[in-house]
């Protein structure tokens, strides 16, 4: 049975800085891209920030280019996203998911498996 666990969410002022954990099992992990998405009420689940297997690659969307950095430690089965920089906007629900492929792609249908989420809210 697979399992992604999330952890690391919580209420901060804008500025600061929060890291998320994903903790995997139940996958073989080395071989697993994954990626980090999240979703604002009211709005679609988007893409955040993605990592290759190995960790060589590393892929943005436009708004956290700069202020977030995603990491893994295949030891571990982990998954991080150091988070700098919070803003408002950054407000939602992060979820993060293990990849079908070696380098992650943008989409939802990319990700096979997913975990259920930390909140993050960032105040003005």
């Known amino acids: 049975q697979v399992q992604l666990v999330e952890s690391g969410g919580g209420l901060m002022q804008a500025g600061g800085s929060l890291r998320l954990s994903c903790v995997a099992s139940?996958?073989?992990?080395?071989?697993?891209?994954m990626g980090w998405f999240r979703q604002a009420p009211g709005k679609e689940r988007e893409f955040a920030a993605g990592?290759?297997?190995?960790?060589?690659?590393?892929y943005y969307t436009d708004s956290v280019k700069g202020r977030f950095t995603i990491s893994r430690d295949n030891n571990k089965n982990t998954v991080y996203l150091q988070m700098n920089s919070l803003k408002p906007e950054d407000t939602a629900v992060y979820y993060c998911?293990?990849?079908?492929?070696?380098?992650?792609?943008?989409?939802?249908?990319?990700?096979?498996?997913w975990g259920q989420g930390t909140q993050v809210t960032v105040s003005s």
């Open positions: 990592i290759s297997t190995g960790g060589a690659n590393t």
């Open positions: 998911a293990a990849g079908r492929g070696v380098l992650p792609g943008p989409g939802i249908h990319d990700y096979a498996y």
């Open positions: 139940g996958l073989t992990f080395r071989t697993k891209s």
